[in-house]
């Protein structure tokens, strides 16, 4: 099973920028697609951005298009979430997980255990 760990969190004014990085464990790692996930509190657990095993394909949420970008280096185990132009809406929680394709992802279908996430505050 896949293990995950995020972070770079932190807290910052709405406007900024900030890059999430997620460690997977396990040699398969380039076979699955990879999600970014999201829970505020009081919310449900939401799907926010996945990329596939190559990472030449993307989905977004649409409450995060032309803000944030996913990527991955496969040969570093490694997916990256890069925020801009944060809003207070996106405070959260925000995860990582694997998946068997992108598809999958968006409806959270997952393969790994959660990890602890990494919070992120956006204050305005």
């Known amino acids: 099973q896949v293990q995950l760990e995020e972070s770079g969190g932190g807290l910052l004014q709405a406007g900024g920028s900030l890059r999430l990085s997620c460690a997977a464990s396990?040699?398969?790692?380039?076979?699955?697609?990879m999600g970014w996930f999201r829970q505020a509190p009081g919310k449900e657990r939401e799907f926010v951005a996945a990329?596939?095993?190559?990472?030449?394909?993307?989905l977004y949420a649409e409450f995060v298009k032309g803000r944030f970008t996913i990527s991955r280096d496969n040969a570093k185990n490694t997916v990256y979430l890069q925020m801009n132009s944060l809003k207070p809406e996106d405070t959260a929680v925000y995860y990582c997980?694997?998946?068997?394709?992108?598809?999958?992802?968006?409806?959270?279908?997952?393969?790994?255990?959660w990890g602890l996430g990494t919070q992120v505050t956006v204050s305005s």
């Open positions: 997980n694997a998946g068997e394709d992108r598809a999958a992802l968006t409806t959270m279908r997952v393969l790994g255990s």
């Open positions: 990329i596939n095993w190559s990472g030449r394909s993307t």
């Open positions: 396990g040699r398969t790692f380039s076979s699955y697609a």
